[in-house]
């Protein structure tokens, strides 16, 4: 039975608190936590379940947004129409970086920021994460684009930044001409 999580809204204190690193094994409620993240990612961008459930959109989620101060976070990428990949990583850390620079062209938004917000988030176009999986074997990903996005914008969460902190407040806007926008 699918019950929706219960994610914190951006006036939440520690939401701008940075994350502890997570030690192994992880606890059997932070396993079941991490399957409750994906299935309503999952669910949230298929809309006959987004619908249902009351979902707003989302591709990621990081543990500080459900009150858990861990360094953890899930992406459910769509690959395809209806096909997701799932990225769960504890204690991610970016290892290298493109020097191009990307933002969303409709900008970014946040599952715990219940609020229009304009403007564009400069973030790297392509970044290698490391980190491990639920059984604390090391993993690497190399992301790009929109994925790239999404792991910037989580591992952002873990350090206690919200999205729109990275908007230049007298230049929110980019042209082309500045930086490639997706």
């Keep these: 039975m699918f019950k929706k999580l219960n994610i914190l ?6 939401l701008h608190e940075v994350s502890q690193e997570v030690t192994f094994p992880l606890s059997k409620e932070d396993k079941k936590l991490i399957q ?6 999952t669910y949230s961008q298929i809309e006959e379940y987004e ?5 707003r959109p989302g591709m990621g989620l990081a543990f500080p947004q459900l009150g858990i101060l861990k360094r953890i976070i899930v992406i459910v990428y769509e690959v395809d ?11 991610p850390k970016i290892i290298s970086n493109s020097e191009e620079i990307i933002a969303a062209e409709a900008g970014e938004g946040c599952l715990s920021v219940n609020r ?3 403007g564009h988030v400069p973030r790297y176009a392509r970044v290698t994460v490391e980190g491990y999986d639920e ?11 929109d994925l790239s996005i999404a792991f910037q914008h989580e591992i952002d969460h873990l350090n206690g930044i919200l999205f729109f902190e990275r908007i230049d ?3 929110p806007f980019y042209s082309e001409d500045e930086i490639r926008l997706i």
């Design 9 to 14: 809204d951006e006036r939440e204190k520690c």
């Design 135 to 145: 059984d604390g074997n090391k993993i690497c990903v190399r992301a790009r684009e």
């Design 116 to 118: 229009e917000v304009d």
């Design 169 to 171: 407040k007298n230049h």
């Design 51 to 55: 619908k249902k459930y009351q979902l």
């Design 36 to 41: 409750r993240c994906i299935d309503h990612l």
């Design 81 to 91: 129409d209806g096909v997701f990949e799932n990225y769960v990583f504890i204690n």
